[in-house]
């Protein structure tokens, strides 16, 4: 069974740091991994998404990774805001069926 | 503005009763889902429709039931056989069921125990 975890738990930054979080998963067979964003009380948002075939995707101060044969992710936010204060959650999409594997989530706090 | 509705955004429940949370999407989507979701855990689904009158079980069905009658609608139902219902539940959809597809999610019901 697949299983995702996330590390660190919660991350607390000045702003203007640039910063790495982290996602792991037990099996290698992904089809994709999906990075999201979900504030306090609210759904989730897609942020970027990495096919298999793929290393790497960028979206403006967003960076993520994905190494599947070591089954690691990472989410770089660079020159971080206040406003990136949120929770980020990885997921991946196994090879066979429709359905994502969550992780627990990272809840970042950026200071101004 | 094409999006994914979910209602009541807070819903009490008493003992022994049955509550149907709303999920609306005009996004014409064929896939929804919904997940449930506790304080510092990641999702996990419930169920999930790949399309009209069809679906399957998730990971934690136990105490929950759905529908699927319509394709903009998957109503989720939290029967008294759910002991622990306190909980923020998330609906979502995608194009369909097909791999690869990115998942557009609703804003969420949370779930209280009176």
């Known amino acids: 069974k697949q299983e995702v975890t996330q590390i660190p738990a919660a991350l607390s930054v000045p702003e203007g740091e640039n910063l790495v979080l982290n996602c792991s998963f037990t099996?290698?067979?992904?089809?994709?991994l999906q990075w999201f964003r979900q504030d306090p009380g609210k759904g989730l948002t897609s942020l970027l998404l990495?096919?298999?075939?793929?290393r790497e995707q960028t979206s403006g101060r967003l960076n993520a990774s994905l190494d599947k044969s070591s089954g690691r992710s990472t989410l770089y936010i660079a020159a971080s805001q206040p406003g990136d204060s949120a929770t980020y959650l990885c997921?991946?999409?196994?090879?066979?069926?429709?359905?994502?594997?969550f992780g627990e989530g990272t809840q970042l706090t950026v200071n101004p | 503005d094409g999006g994914i509705t979910q209602s009541p955004k807070y819903l009490f429940r008493k003992e022994g009763q049955n509550v149907t949370l709303s999920c609306e999407q005009n996004l014409n989507h064929d896939a929804m889902y919904w997940y449930r979701q506790d304080p510092g855990q990641g999702l996990r689904l419930i169920y999930y429709?790949?399309?009209?009158?069809?679906?399957q079980k998730g990971d934690i069905a136990e105490g929950y039931s759905v529908s699927r009658e319509k394709k903009e609608s998957f109503p989720l139902t939290v029967t008294s056989a759910q002991k622990n219902p306190t909980a923020f539940y998330l609906c979502?959809?995608?194009?369909?069921?097909?791999?690869?597809?990115?998942?557009?999610f609703g804003p969420g019901t949370r779930l209280l125990v009176l």
């Open positions: 979502a959809s995608s194009i369909g069921p097909t791999l690869g597809e990115t998942q557009y």
């Open positions: 429709s790949q399309i009209v009158n069809d679906f």
């Open positions: 990495i096919q298999s075939s793929q």
């Open positions: 099996d290698s067979a992904i089809y994709n």
């Open positions: 997921a991946v999409k196994e090879t066979s069926g429709s359905r994502l594997t």
